[in-house]
Each structure stands twice: as structure tokens, then as C-alpha cells.
């Protein structure tokens, strides 16, 4: 979880930094050892967030030829996701039907625990994804004040990390604007209230949907299904697929819930 965080947080700095090692010889070499190094350690235990971030960023210089062509693309506009009448972002662990990575963790980022290869009594498939918020204000804190932040929340990125800061991400994230809800199913350990949402990721290369649609669900210890509503919502350019938040007041004692078969459709 840390190397995720430190990737994102140090993406933007790095990526500028090795761009401009890019224009010149120099770089091309130093970068083509590095995609040695990085393909070295894909048979290790490397953290798989870090590793990602590293070779979607080396990528470009695999092949010098289409490295301009790759530049390019980073404009283009965002993915259509039209196809298909359900558009997952979970549905098991390591399902190639999912979209978006868990990547934003905000507030008291120390309170947080995700398991996405939860097995225990899934709502499908194998696997949920198993939250656990401890309501102890742990650090690390990302929150706009001294913390404790006293609350936490995790966002659904694509790709991993983006806030809508960095431009060199600009065109990235899914077109969902033939999709109208969002489904999911959530259970809790107890009788808890968890607000979920959708886009609200407001910065420059942010949300199309800058206003995020969201609910707060009543989680009961049984499956259930909740739907967030996203008619006349613009969704041309959605970075924050899906977001879960909740804090101490709600849950002084901290809580775990799940969720499963979290995906965009059509009605
Ligand atoms: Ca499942």
C-alpha cells in the first residue's frame, strides 16, 4: 500500500523528470536499462503497483520508432467503454472484465485495509473486496488540515493514481456516457452507513462529472444491492470510477464491509 501511495504521489515529478531525460541519447539508454531492470523484477515480489507505474511509463521507449506516436495518444480522447451493457469495475480479483485500479486512498490513509481476494462468502465468483476502516486516525493523513482527518475513503482510479493533476494523463479514463447507474452489492459486519460515489474528482485533467453523484447506503450483514443514479450526469471523461468514504462519526468504532459486482449499466 505504501509503494502505491509513494508511486502516486511521486508520478507526476518522476514522469516530468524522465521525459526530459527522453529527448536526449543519453536517456534512451539509461531508459532501456531500466526497462531491463523492470523486466527483471516481474518474476520477484515487487509491489505490482509500482511495477505497473514503472512500465506504463517506460513503455514508450521499447520501440524509439513510436515513441512519438505514443506521445501523441496521451490527448486522445477517453476510452469509449460502449460495447458492453455491463461495465465492470470489480467483479473478482484479477478478473480481465475489471476497470479502474484502488488507488486513491484519502484522509487517515493508516486506518484503511483493502483485500480485493476476499474469499470468504462472496456475492459472486470466488472473491469481494474486504474494507476495514479503524476510526483511529492513523497516519499517514491526507486531508486539507492538521489531522486527524477523522475520516477516510478510497477512489477507483484509471490509471492508477491519476487526481486530474498531471497533464501528461490528460485524455485518460473511460467515456461511461451511455451508462445511466452504477450497481453494486455491499454487506457489513454490522449495521453501518457507508457514502459511495462516482466522478467528483474536480481538478484540471479531472471528471467530466465534476460534482460527484453519490448515496449513503445502509449496510446490513447480508448481501445487498444499491444503485447509484447517473441519468443526465456527463460521463464523457471519468477518471474516479467509484469511490467508498466514511468517518468516525458514523462509525466510532471503526468497521468492515464489503463489496462485490461494482459496474457501470445500462438500463
Ligand atoms: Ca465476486
Redesign the pocket.
Known amino acids: 500500500m505504501y509503494l502505491a501511495i509513494l508511486s502516486a504521489i511521486q508520478h507526476s515529478e518522476f514522469e516530468k523528470r524522465f521525459s526530459a531525460k527522453l529527448r536526449t541519447v543519453a536517456g534512451l539508454i539509461l531508459a532501456a536499462v531500466n526497462v531491463a531492470i523492470v523486466a527483471g523484477c516481474a518474476s520477484e515480489t515487487q509491489s505490482s503497483a509500482l511495477l505497473a507505474s514503472k512500465t506504463q511509463i517506460l513503455s514508450p521507449v521499447t520501440n524509439t520508432i513510436q515513441f512519438p506516436v505514443l506521445i501523441a495518444s496521451k490527448t486522445q480522447a477517453p476510452s469509449a467503454a460502449t460495447t458492453k451493457t455491463k461495465f465492470y469495475i ?4 484479477s ?1 480481465p472484465n475489471n476497470h479502474y485500479k484502488p488507488t486513491g486512498y484519502m484522509g487517515d490513509v493508516g486506518d484503511i485495509q483493502m483485500n480485493e481476494a476476499f474469499e470468504d462468502n ?7 473486496i474486504q474494507v476495514v476502516y479503524q476510526a483511529q486516525g492513523n497516519s499517514p493523513n491526507i486531508c486539507e488540515y492538521s489531522p486527524p482527518c477523522k475520516w477516510a475513503g478510497v477512489y477507483w482510479q484509471q490509471p492508477r493514481g491519476n487526481w486530474g493533476t498531471d497533464k501528461g494523463l490528460q485524455g485518460e479514463g473511460f467515456d461511461l456516457s451511455s451508462y445511466n447507474r452504477l450497481v453494486f452489492w455491499a454487506k457489513a459486519e454490522k449495521n453501518t452507513k457507508i457514502e459511495f460515489k462516482v466522478g467528483g474528482i474536480n481538478k484540471p485533467y479531472g471528471d467530466s462529472l465534476t460534482d460527484p453523484r453519490s448515496i449513503k447506503a445502509n449496510l446490513t450483514q447480508g448481501w445487498q444491492k444499491f444503485e447509484i443514479d447517473l441519468k443526465e450526469a456527463d460521463l464523457k471523461h471519468i477518471i474516479g470510477g467509484f469511490a467508498w468514504a466514511t468517518n468516525q462519526n458514523d462509525n466510532p468504532n471503526g468497521v468492515t464491509f464489503y463489496l ?2 461494482i459496474r457501470f449499466e445500462k438500463k
Open positions: 470489480y467483479q473478482d480479483t478478473s462472496p456475492h459472486s465468483g470466488k472473491t469481494s462485490d459486482d
